[in-house]
């Protein structure tokens, strides 16, 4: 497996949990749900329901990871 | 039909003016407020957050599903980012049209969508010296969040339909 170097930005509620806006992962994982997990085993992210966006489009969570990929966790939201 | 983002009160008199047709004969504009409560607490005062890139490009799409959906002639939609009191407009919606239904309906249309699918997140502050990101309270069950079976059953939620 290769690893990959994914950047996750966080905003809202996720970006005060982790404490940091932006970050970059060195992952071995091949798909996002797969990625979230390990990031999740690690940080510990509030119960809360998700919805993902890769390269700033809207994407499911099966979906394939490749190097240099930008993804995005988002919390339910609440414009308006 | 345009959608942007201000980290600056919102100038209500020039967004509107650039809604201006003479074949409109309806203008509707609708103004979301910050409200001095929410769900029984006195609220002092709103943080909002924009995940801008995915924010306009969904907003984008709200609005030509509504130049699609409805006969308007042009709509805007500014929403606000940053921190915001009582009273301040946090989103701004305007319609122009030849008649007044169409507006009506793409009003509503656009800022129903706007709130539901647009990642912008705002925290409110409370009078209690309290805060929360509004729809994000965790859940009240217990997930059984450090055995690693409820991480596994969490993790294929997820991933149902890998193909």
């Given at each position: 497996m290769a690893k990959k170097t994914i950047q996750v930005n966080y905003f809202a509620i996720l970006r005060e949990k982790r404490g940091v806006s932006s970050e970059q992962c060195e992952t071995e994982a091949d798909f996002i749900a797969q990625f979230y997990k390990e990031l999740n085993d690690k940080y510990d992210f509030p119960e809360i329901p998700l919805r993902v966006a890769k390269n700033n489009e809207f994407c499911r969570w099966d979906e394939d990871i490749h190097d240099g990929d930008v993804l995005v966790f988002i919390p339910p939201v609440a414009g308006g | 039909m345009l959608f942007e983002l201000s980290e600056k009160k919102i100038d209500i008199q020039a967004v509107s003016d650039k809604l201006a047709n003479n074949e409109a004969g309806a203008f509707v504009s609708f103004e979301g407020r910050v409200r001095n409560h929410n769900e029984g607490k006195s609220v002092?005062?709103?943080?909002?957050?924009?995940?801008?890139?995915?924010?306009?490009?969904?907003?984008?799409?709200?609005m030509a599903e509504a130049k699609e959906q409805f006969p308007i002639i042009d709509a805007i939609c500014v929403h606000r980012t940053g921190a915001l009191e009582i009273g301040d407009i946090a989103v701004w919606v305007g319609v122009l049209s030849r008649h007044r239904g169409e507006a009506f309906d793409a009003c509503r249309y656009i800022i129903d969508q706007i709130k539901s699918?647009?990642?912008?997140?705002k925290k409110e502050f409370y009078a209690d010296n309290s805060s929360v990101w509004v729809n994000c309270a965790a859940c009240s069950h217990d997930h059984g969040r450090k055995s690693k079976s409820a991480t596994v059953e969490k993790v294929s939620h997820r991933s149902e339909g890998k193909k």
């Amino acid at each position: 497996m290769a690893k990959k170097t994914i950047q996750v930005n966080y905003f809202a509620i996720l970006r005060e949990k982790r404490g940091v806006s932006s970050e970059q992962c060195e992952t071995e994982a091949d798909f996002i749900a797969q990625f979230y997990k390990e990031l999740n085993d690690k940080y510990d992210f509030p119960e809360i329901p998700l919805r993902v966006a890769k390269n700033n489009e809207f994407c499911r969570w099966d979906e394939d990871i490749h190097d240099g990929d930008v993804l995005v966790f988002i919390p339910p939201v609440a414009g308006g | 039909m345009l959608f942007e983002l201000s980290e600056k009160k919102i100038d209500i008199q020039a967004v509107s003016d650039k809604l201006a047709n003479n074949e409109a004969g309806a203008f509707v504009s609708f103004e979301g407020r910050v409200r001095n409560h929410n769900e029984g607490k006195s609220v002092l005062r709103l943080d909002y957050e924009a995940y801008p890139e995915l924010a306009i490009k969904e907003a984008e799409k709200v609005m030509a599903e509504a130049k699609e959906q409805f006969p308007i002639i042009d709509a805007i939609c500014v929403h606000r980012t940053g921190a915001l009191e009582i009273g301040d407009i946090a989103v701004w919606v305007g319609v122009l049209s030849r008649h007044r239904g169409e507006a009506f309906d793409a009003c509503r249309y656009i800022i129903d969508q706007i709130k539901s699918r647009v990642p912008i997140w705002k925290k409110e502050f409370y009078a209690d010296n309290s805060s929360v990101w509004v729809n994000c309270a965790a859940c009240s069950h217990d997930h059984g969040r450090k055995s690693k079976s409820a991480t596994v059953e969490k993790v294929s939620h997820r991933s149902e339909g890998k193909k």
